[in-house]
């Protein structure tokens, strides 16, 4: 691993550059998932076996030669978390750090040169700090974060590249799915994957996503929001949502897949295990076959379901399909389990209830 730890400059190493215009800004009711982004970004070059000096500049594009490694063979990895204004006024990031240590493992299974997690953590709150203005207030709107890192060298060649961008933009958003806290419908997928054991479905790799896409479309034309994926080798167990992981309300225990590798390890779900525990339920890691999942549901023993990640935070699911069986969940609506855990989920993120782990990060 010729990149790690070389030339690492220091965390405070980050210039800002001057702003002259300033974009208007949308106004909270207006706001959707992922389509404004704000005045500035963050960009750090990698090249001659060292990251430069990163800067904060005006948000722009990139002019990169059309033979560049990223657009040919995706070397390209990247991350979400979101900044929320609490009620008193603060802006706080939810749990960055993990974001930042899952960033280092996607880039170490991607060839990819390691972001130091202290630089990537100060150069992201910097950026926000300086692009506070744009942090929604509406509860259920934030700013969310998208550091990315992409393979810069022009060679066709299939093989690491020598030069990366490092960069962050900032997009404040509203609701995930359009449905907001209220049941979705998703579709079980019985003959595309979305990973498989030694592959890359742990990183957060861009190419899962676009693998994905088939079969998500697929979905959304039969009027589903979302795709529930099945473990690539016997199409058998349950694994997670599109962008999201899965948990079950099943004989009043919890039961969220476990991460086999193949499973991104969402810091959401992370959060959830913990909640959880502090509201008093029982919440287990383990397999669970869809056979089961249909079954219970049929019996009345599978009472809730519900998915967990950044974009949509904990969005119940009223249906579910597989193959030609079209399930209610808790008769389409919000379970009891699933509103309590978005509840303390959203207080902890808004501020409305104490944060007892420390997964608040005062941006300052
Ligand atoms: C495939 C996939 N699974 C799960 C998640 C949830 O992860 P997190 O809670 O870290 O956002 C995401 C979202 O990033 C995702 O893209």
């Known amino acids: 691993m010729k990149f790690v730890l070389m030339g690492i400059t220091p965390a405070n190493d980050l210039v800002v550059e001057n702003l002259t215009t ?11 998932f992922g389509k404004v982004y704000t005045d500035r970004m963050l960009l750090r070059e990698y090249k001659n076996g060292a990251w430069q000096t990163g800067r904060i500049l005006p948000y722009q594009n990139f002019s990169l030669d059309p033979a560049t490694l990223v657009f040919h063979y995706g070397q390209e990895i990247f ?36 972001v130091p997690e202290d630089y990537f953590l100060k150069s992201i709150n910097k950026l926000i700090n300086l692009e ?8 259920g709107n934030a700013l969310y974060i998208r550091p990315t890192m992409i393979a810069t060298e022009a060679i066709l060649g ?14 404040p958003s ?8 209220s049941p979705t419908r998703i579709k079980v997928e019985d003959h595309f994957v979305r990973a498989s054991i030694g592959g890359t479905g742990e990183a957060k790799a861009g190419g899962n996503y676009a693998g994905s896409l088939m079969a998500a479309e697929r979905a959304k034309e039969d009027g589903y929001s979302q795709v529930l994926w099945l473990d690539a080798k016997e199409m058998k167990y349950v694994e997670e949502v599109g962008a999201m992981n899965i948990a079950f309300v099943l004989d009043n225990e919890i039961i969220t897949p ?21 509201l008093g339920y029982k919440m287990t890691e383990k397999d669970i076959t869809i056979d089961t999942v249909v079954e219970t549901i049929e019996s009345g023993n599978l009472t809730e379901i519900f998915g967990i990640g950044t974009a949509a935070s904990i969005a119940p699911v009223g249906e579910i399909k597989y193959k030609d069986k079209n399930l209610s969940v808790n008769d389409g609506k919000v379970g009891p389990t699933t509103q309590a ?19 608040i990060h005062l941006v300052e």
Do not use: C
């Not at 299939?158 to 997009?171: M, W």
């Not at 476990?258 to 502090?278: C, E, F, N, P």
């Open 22 to 32: 300033l974009k208007p800004k949308p106004k909270d009711e207006d706001l959707i």
């Open 158 to 171: 299939v093989k690491p590249s020598d030069e990366y961008y490092f960069f962050t933009i900032l997009s």
């Open 132 to 139: 506070r203005e744009w942090v929604p207030k509406a509860r």
């Open 258 to 278: 476990r991460l086999t590798g193949s499973i991104l390890k969402g810091i959401t779900r992370k959060s959830v295990l913990q909640i959880a525990k502090d």
């Open 341 to 359: 855990i978005y509840d303390r989920l959203i207080g902890i993120q808004y501020g409305s209830v104490e944060d007892k782990h420390g997964w």
């Open 79 to 114: 991350e979400g978390l979101k900044a929320f204004r609490q009620e008193n006024g603060d802006v706080v990031m939810f749990r960055p750090d993990e974001n930042a240590k899952r960033f280092a493992l996607s880039a170490r299974r991607m060839m990819m040169p390691e």
């Open 174 to 181: 509203g609701p995930y799915f359009k449905e907001g806290f």
